[in-house]
């Protein structure tokens, strides 16, 4: 078993923590296609209906920036610690960018990652 994987409990209480306390993360979400994408925001909402939105301003439909992710009802895996939760091709570039802690979320169903760094 991986040293990084977390409960969804943990997982909720870190997501939770985060939007509570408008702690600053950037977020990258890769898809197996090759799409990457990038966002410097907060976590601003986390509802059944709109999954995880991270967003550079709020609320999202003032125009600014979101990334929104549907995480509820999926196969999903928690990680949270180094940059070693991220895939070996992605740590070096993370690490020296945006420190070595990142809160990973891998759906299983589709190969894609949900990555986010913060400052705890």
């Given amino acids: 078993m991986n040293e ?19 702690l600053p993360v950037v977020a990258f979400f890769v898809s197996p296609t090759g799409t990457q994408m990038r966002l410097n925001g907060f976590v601003d909402s986390i509802t059944r209906d709109n999954g995880l939105v991270i967003a550079a301003g709020s609320p999202p439909s003032q125009g600014s920036g979101f990334i929104r992710v549907l995480i509820f009802d ?27 802690s990142a809160f990973a979320i891998s759906f299983l169903d589709s190969d894609e990652l949900l990555a986010l760094f913060f400052t705890p």
Avoid: T
């Avoid at 977390?6 to 306390?21: G, H």
């Avoid at 949270?80 to 993370?94: A, I, K, N």
């Fill in 4 to 22: 990084y994987i977390i409960s969804l409990k943990e997982a909720q209480d870190l997501l939770n923590k985060l939007f509570s306390e408008h």
């Fill in 74 to 100: 999926r196969d999903l895996e928690f990680s949270y610690g180094d940059v070693r939760v991220l895939p070996e091709g992605m740590r070096e570039e993370f690490a020296e960018k945006h420190g070595d």
